[in-house]
């Protein structure tokens, strides 16, 4: 199978994510059915691999993960979070992956940075103006009008994968 005829794709929810991964001809021969098996799957976090009719069954996989019950605090300590920075960026993870909010303003990011206790420190809200900027100039977020920030493509990238991986 040629790269022209690979597809890759994530469909994100707030509740799962849906990633595939296979032949072309099998997602428009049978998007209809992925959809439907996608659907009546119970979760068990594990990967299932559908019917296709090919050889190729192994390379059209389907990954759903209840990502619900993670948690600021399950993300900070999985990153090993202990600075101001890696706070944030656990916040930020969670308003992302976990509440589907592609982004957010500071009292919001605060919100979330508080449920990392006991990481979470007072002086944290007090240095998130310089947290942010200093995120700002890693390129780890990037900053909408309305100073509304984003976790960067890059940030998201490097952080999918970990959160995929939480128990």
């Not at 098996?37 to 990954?63: H, R, T």
């Not at 940075?113 to 990481?119: F, G, R």
């Not at 100073?147 to 128990?167: A, C, F, R």
């Amino acid at each position: 199978m040629t790269d022209a005829q690979h597809v890759l794709f994530n469909i994100k929810t707030a509740t799962f994510t849906l990633k595939y991964k296979g032949s072309e001809k099998f997602l428009l021969e049978q998007l209809t059915e992925v959809a439907k098996e996608f659907a009546n799957m119970p979760f068990n976090g594990n990967v299932a691999n559908l019917p296709n009719g090919s050889d190729q069954q192994s390379e059209n996989k389907i990954i759903k993960s209840a990502r619900q019950e993670l948690t600021t605090h399950t993300i900070a300590r999985q990153l090993n979070a202990k600075t101001g920075k890696e706070v944030t960026i656990a916040a930020m993870a969670k308003l992302y992956f976990i509440e589907d909010q592609t982004s957010a303003q500071r009292h919001t990011i605060l919100s979330a940075m508080q449920e990392a206790t006991p990481i979470y420190k007072d002086s944290m809200r007090s240095n998130l103006t310089r947290i942010i900027k200093g995120l700002l100039s890693d390129g780890a977020l990037v900053k909408f009008r309305n100073n509304h920030y984003s976790l960067s493509d890059q940030e998201i990238q490097k952080l999918g994968p970990m959160i995929d991986g939480i128990n």
